[in-house]
């Protein structure tokens, strides 16, 4: 079985900085592509940032500049710098994974996790 689990959301004043986490665990044989999302209620998850298994970043328009994806494929974990926060920021931010489960398999699945609160204060 395998989990995603976030860490490092909460409150920040505008112009602050948060870093969130988050970490593969399970029986896997690798990870692809994995990425950040946000979602505010009543509204659609938005992608906030994806970064390949070699280290190739995108954004999205309304984070560049802010926000830096990155990861540690040893540890298996994803990590995602927040800085210059602005208020429209605010929104639950879920990380996701495309997990090959093992060498023969040539497809992938996606597992998500389960969603940390991020909030900013003006």
């Known amino acids: 079985q395998v989990e995603l689990v976030e860490s490092g959301g909460g409150l920040a004043q505008a112009g602050g900085s948060l870093r969130l986490s988050c970490a593969a665990s399970?029986?896997?044989?690798?990870?692809?592509?994995m990425g950040w999302y946000r979602q505010i209620p009543g509204e659609q998850r938005e992608l906030v940032a994806g970064?390949?298994?070699?280290?190739?970043?995108d954004y999205a328009d309304s984070v560049k500049g802010r926000f830096a994806i990155s990861r540690d494929n040893a540890q298996n974990t994803v990590f995602l710098q927040m800085d210059k926060l602005k208020p429209e920021d605010t929104a639950v931010y879920f990380c996701?994974?495309?997990?090959?489960?093992?060498?023969?398999?040539?497809?992938?699945?996606?597992?998500w996790g389960q969603g940390t609160q991020v909030t900013v204060s003006s």
């Open positions: 996701n994974a495309d997990i090959r489960s093992h060498w023969s398999s040539s497809s992938a699945i996606t597992y």
């Open positions: 970064i390949s298994r070699s280290g190739s970043a």
């Open positions: 399970g029986s896997f044989f690798r990870i692809n592509d």
